[in-house]
Each structure stands twice: as structure tokens, then as C-alpha cells.
């Protein structure tokens, strides 16, 4: 599956890889050498224990190297700013309550809720993708309630507001 991500989100990425390859790779080694010094492996559960960390951390490092390869950079340029995709900041109103709040589409690895930086995996955000400005997204929480979100504003990071 390919991910979408920026050049900051890609960096972040590829930190967590070094780390987990240099340091997490060699606390792991010295918890194994550690169990092997105290004797019969066959009954010496801190040894069992690092070895499956040690499993563990090697699952979680192949699978951030194969997020790595399958990741494309967006170049900014080139995104749209008429419709909601990822990497836009959009107002949207509450049909129900006439609250407005700004979403940020963003990649998974770059979501954070007290920013709203929502995943582009999210109920909202897939609800808000390729909708303009002036519709209104019918969306489906995952409690089975439904949101009405028109959609008042779209722009990027950077750029100035594009709306009504």
C-alpha cells in the first residue's frame, strides 16, 4: 500500500529507523548477553524474554522499512487547494451546532489531535476527500451517529485562504 507523507514526515521516519536499528538493536544485544552469562538457557526466562523482544524490535524494524520504500513525497506544489485532500487545512461548520473548526489532513506518522492534525485514515477525514468548498460532508462516526460538516475554507500550510 503506497502512504503518502512530506519530507518532514519522511525524516521523522527514517530517525525512528536509525534509533531503533543503533540503539534499541544494541540494548536488546546487551540484555541477551547479560541472560547468557548467567547460565542454562534452556530454563532462564530473562533470556526467553530478550529473545523475544529481541523478535519483536526486528518485526517493528521491517515493518517501518517497508513504510519507508512504499512511501511517496507530496509535493506541495502540486496539491489542489479545490478540493480537501491530504496536506490541507479546511474550515468546516457543523450543520447541527454551527461550530467551525480547522482540520489538517495529514499522514498517519503526522497526526496529532490537540493540533487537530487528523489521519487521513480518520472517519472525518475520509468523509471530508475530494469535497469543495460549499458541500457538506455527511459523515459516519464510528459510534453510528452521523456529523454534517460543510466545508467553508481550504488551503495549505502556507498559503492564503481559499473560500467563501
Known amino acids: 500500500m503506497v502512504e503518502y507523507n512530506s ?8 530517525k525512528k529507523l536509525k534509533y531503533l536499528e543503533n540503539l534499541e538493536r544494541l540494548k536488546i544485544a546487551e540484555e541477551i548477553a547479560e541472560a547468557i552469562e548467567k547460565g542454562d538457557l534452556s530454563e532462564n526466562s530473562e533470556y526467553k524474554i530478550a529473545k523475544e ?16 520504500n512504499n512511501t511517496r513525497i507530496i509535493d506541495f506544489s502540486k496539491i489542489n487547494t479545490t478540493k ?3 496536506f490541507t487545512k479546511v474550515k468546516v461548520k ?19 489531535i490537540k493540533k487537530l492534525k487528523i489521519s487521513i485514515y480518520t472517519p472525518i477525514a475520509k468523509g471530508l476527500i475530494g469535497k469543495k468548498i460549499g458541500e457538506i460532508a455527511h459523515i459516519k462516526l464510528p459510534n453510528n451517529k452521523f456529523v454534517h460538516l460543510k466545508i467553508l475554507k481550504i488551503k495549505l500550510e502556507k498559503d492564503r485562504l481559499v473560500g467563501i
Not at 7 to 14: A, D, E, F, P
Not at 59 to 65: E, Y
Not at 97 to 108: D, K, Q, S
Open 94 to 112: 457543523n450543520i447541527e451546532t454551527g461550530e467551525c473548526i480547522y482540520y489538517t489532513l495529514v499522514p498517519e506518522t503526522e497526526s496529532n
Open 84 to 86: 480537501v485532500s491530504i
Open 53 to 68: 523482544n529481541q523478535r519483536l524490535l526486528e518485526i517493528k524494524i521491517l515493518n517501518l522499512k517497508k513504510k519507508i
Open 7 to 14: 519530507k518532514k514526515g519522511i525524516k521523522k521516519l527514517l
